[in-house]
């Protein structure tokens, strides 16, 4: 992973940012996101300020970050109760097994 500027262009603004444990092409990647996304709220809203679209991104991003966390943790709930039912199963097998020798 490298750790230098990189010039991006997001939404017709060119900015040098340096993003920790990302590659370029990933930073590109994540620029070219941000500018289309900034592209359709603004087509959708009709905001024209460039600060209040940034903003508004900015939050609708923010939002499918905090979405996609509260599943992934239900995920994990689920995940942790599935293993906690096979843990109690495997240890009523094991003590049913003790029983018959």
Sequence with gaps: MLN???EIEVYGRKLLVEMEG???FDIHTLAQTVSER???IARESKVVDSSK???LTAMEIAAENQRM???LEGLAAV???KL???L???EKAVESSGEKT
């Design 79 to 81: 995940e942790e109760r």
């Design 53 to 55: 679209l940034a903003i």
């Design 38 to 40: 900034m592209t359709e």
């Design 22 to 24: 990302l590659t370029h």
């Design 69 to 71: 966390r509260t599943q």
């Design 88 to 90: 109690l199963a495997l």
């Design 84 to 86: 906690d039912g096979m």
């Design 4 to 6: 230098d500027k990189v």
